[in-house]
């Protein structure tokens, strides 16, 4: 297996889950302050003037994140409808997750095995304090299973439906033409949240 990912799974210590979680707070607030610009420039000046500089512990950047991202969302959402505004954030987000997925790719030089994929998956979530298994069922699909994330206490159901679209993204990014669909959410009440990945078939190896 490729020694980058797999250094990077035995070790990440705090200052580069600062770094990751860095790049992924500014690439999905971002996507979401250019709707706000254009839907509800107003609303998104009252939400900065609120908002202090993201510093302190993991944790505590961590939360000011999701703040963030869930304040926006119910702000887009009341200025462009809900229908249309999840729409609009959904995209945005896929986009920003896809290319951060493509950045991790690049620096982690990614492989097509499938092992490789699902490292680094893990390696992205365990900065955001998200926990999960995934287990194979079939040729190039497989079961997640998230039983822990830390950002889930935070998030309301519509903000955590807008942001997994940037997890959606972000599994596309990391090999393309993979797809990751969300079913069940903890933010909906469920015990844990639950998404069905799909690799393009023939392009990627099982093994290490």
Request: charged content about 35%; some cysteine.
């Amino acid at each position: 297996m490729n020694p980058r990912i797999r250094l990077a799974a035995l070790i990440l210590p705090p200052w580069t889950i600062r770094r990751e979680l860095r790049r992924i707070d500014e690439a999905t607030t971002c996507a979401l302050d250019l709707l706000l610009e254009e839907r509800a420039p107003e609303a998104l000046e009252a939400i900065r003037r609120e908002e202090g500089r993201r510093a302190g512990s993991v944790t505590a950047r961590r939360e000011g994140m999701a703040r963030a991202h869930d304040r926006r969302v119910a702000a887009l959402l009341e200025a462009a409808g809900g229908e249309e505004g999840m729409l609009l954030a959904r995209r945005a987000l896929f986009e920003a997750g896809a290319s951060l997925g493509e950045e991790a790719r690049r620096r982690l030089r990614l492989g097509r095995k499938d092992a490789e994929l699902l490292l680094a998956a893990r390696v992205l979530y365990r900065v955001l304090g998200i926990r999960f298994r995934a287990e194979w069922d079939g040729p190039g699909a497989a079961c997640v299973r998230i039983d822990r994330c830390a950002l889930a206490r935070i998030y309301s159901p519509e903000a955590c439906l807008a942001l997994s679209a940037a997890d959606e993204g972000v599994v596309a990014g990391l090999r393309p033409g993979a797809r990751l669909r969300f079913a069940e959410r903890m933010t909906e009440g469920k015990r844990c949240c639950l998404a069905r990945l799909e690799l393009p078939q023939g392009d990627g190896e099982k093994g290490r």
